[in-house]
């Protein structure tokens, strides 16, 4: 059973900014790409850096480790087609951001 808990409040989050936040102990970034809301893992999956000091540039996230970026969108990297970086569910509900694990 899916279980749904409170993040934030979409206005937490400037559009086209993320900002980091830890959910029962799990980092996740979210993402405000041109109002849409994106949730993905705060650690890389090349060498496992944390992602949330790299820019956010449209809908990648650059790794401050190598450098390689990041879709949040979709989870692919441009950079090496074997890397997904992982997304988290996200629902919307008003103004409200909650995650489903
Ligand atoms: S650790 Fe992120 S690109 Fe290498």
């Known amino acids: 059973m899916s279980e749904k808990t409170f993040i934030c409040v979409t206005s937490d989050i400037p559009l086209n900014d993320y900002k980091l936040f830890s959910v029962d ?3 996740i970034i979210i993402c405000n790409i041109k109002g849409q809301f994106y949730g993905v893992s705060n650690f890389c999956p090349h060498k496992g850096v944390v992602l949330s000091r790299g820019p956010l540039q449209g809908k990648y996230l650059t790794c401050s480790g190598h450098g390689y970026r990041f879709d949040v969108t979709s989870g692919e ?3 090496d087609k074997d ?3 992982p997304r988290f569910n996200l629902i919307r509900e008003g103004d409200a951001l909650y995650v489903s694990f």
């Open 83 to 85: 890397l997904e970086l």
């Open 25 to 27: 102990v799990i980092d």
């Open 77 to 79: 990297c441009p950079d």
